[in-house]
């Protein structure tokens, strides 16, 4: 799929209360990410575990259910693209559609 191309691998790490859930939307993704050619590495942690690891990734997914976390979060780290994932992503585990959001914020 041409259009899922990028050209370098790129760090993505999901943020939520526990890591539980957006580590099962993580593999998702990576399982996109893996059947696309894309070069993708994806980690999901807790927000107190995350925080440290910003400064390292090239994009930062905010769970839905800590999404008030986002300002802050973009205050303590401007260059780094970051977004709330979608509930109704998030909800179905949407892999695909989360990491076409990827690619708009990498743009």
Excluded: H, W
Aim: proline letters at 5%; aromatic letters at 6%; charged letters at 25%.
């Amino acid at each position: 799929m041409e259009k899922y191309k990028i050209l370098k691998m790129k760090k993505i790490l999901l943020v939520c209360n526990a890591g539980m859930s957006t580590s099962m939307l993580a593999k998702k993704m990576q399982e996109f990410s893996d059947a696309n050619s894309l070069d993708f590495e994806i980690e999901a942690l807790p927000l107190d575990q995350g925080r440290s690891k910003i400064s390292e990734v090239d994009v930062v997914l905010i769970g839905p259910q800590i999404k008030y976390t986002k300002d802050d979060l973009q205050k303590l780290f401007p260059n780094i693209p970051m977004e709330v994932v979608p509930v109704q992503a998030y909800g179905l585990m949407d892999g695909k559609s989360i990491i076409e959001l990827v690619q708009k914020l990498l743009k």
